[in-house]
């Protein structure tokens, strides 16, 4: 498995964004100003996050990831596609992340949730090497979009985990025994579906550098070995 959303799932998902990118491009719409507003939308959820609303902040971090598929598709159906655009597009993308980690780090240091804020700086930099891999592979003429845990899933993944707190306390009374068994009884635990997003994504994003490496590495001796 190269990827956890099958490319079929994600081609259906951008045909259903279609009208919408063909309605903005009639509007004349900047897919830049679409790119800004939705690293705007990425602060007001670090906000939301960090303050405890962790489901609006959920809703947030899918509603942002969707202006990461709209703004590319309006700058091809208006034919403003510029490489500085793609350039912009992949830095807010990145501001993005880092915020909304910004955003996570503050609320469970807030509420002494150190393990689990150590898993969101593992998650935070396994995201950005992965970004980062592909970048450098592609400067250098490889192929290297590849990886269970691209843009697209991490938004998913992260989003849900944020909504899916809404369900705490049926997960509380599912895990309680197992949690009093390891930690002791009073032990106090941050949100289950947030920590386990994190740590999920702690895993995830560097394993996906790793995957993204090595596909890079079976380019590379391919070509070596035909020279």
């Known amino acids: 498995m190269r990827s956890l959303i099958p ?29 800004t ?28 990831g969707l202006f990461d598929i709209i703004d590319g598709a309006v700058a091809r159906k208006t034919g403003r596609v510029t490489r500085f ?13 880092v915020t909304v980690f910004f955003g996570i ?6 509420h002494h949730f150190y393990i689990t804020s150590v898993a ?6 396994g995201s950005i090497m992965v970004s980062y891999i592909r970048a450098r592979a592609e400067t250098l003429g490889f192929k290297a979009n590849v990886g269970l845990a691209r843009r697209q899933e991490r938004v998913v ?17 599912l895990f309680q025994a197992p949690i009093e068994a390891y930690f002791g009884k009073g032990f106090v635990h941050p949100p289950l579906a947030l920590a386990g ?18 596909h890079v590495y079976k380019q590379f001796k391919s070509e070596t070995s035909q020279a």
């Open 105 to 110: 780090g503050v609320y469970l240091i807030g």
């Open 197 to 214: 997003a994190v740590i999920l994504l702690a895993i995830l994003t560097n394993l996906t550098a790793i995957q993204r490496l090595f």
């Open 85 to 97: 655009g793609a350039i912009y597009d992949s830095t807010m993308d990145r501001y993005s992340e």
């Open 157 to 173: 993944i992260l989003g849900l985990g944020l909504i899916f707190n809404t369900i705490d306390p049926f997960l509380d009374r």
């Open 120 to 125: 969101a700086v593992f998650a935070i930099g």
């Open 37 to 64: 507003l939705g690293f705007l939308l990425s602060i007001f959820c670090a906000w939301e996050i960090s303050r405890g609303r962790l489901a609006t902040g959920g809703v947030l971090v899918l509603v942002s």
């Open 7 to 35: 490319q079929g799932v994600e081609n259906g998902f951008k045909k259903l964004l279609e009208p919408l990118a063909l309605w903005l491009g009639r509007k004349n719409a900047n897919p830049n100003w679409l790119t």
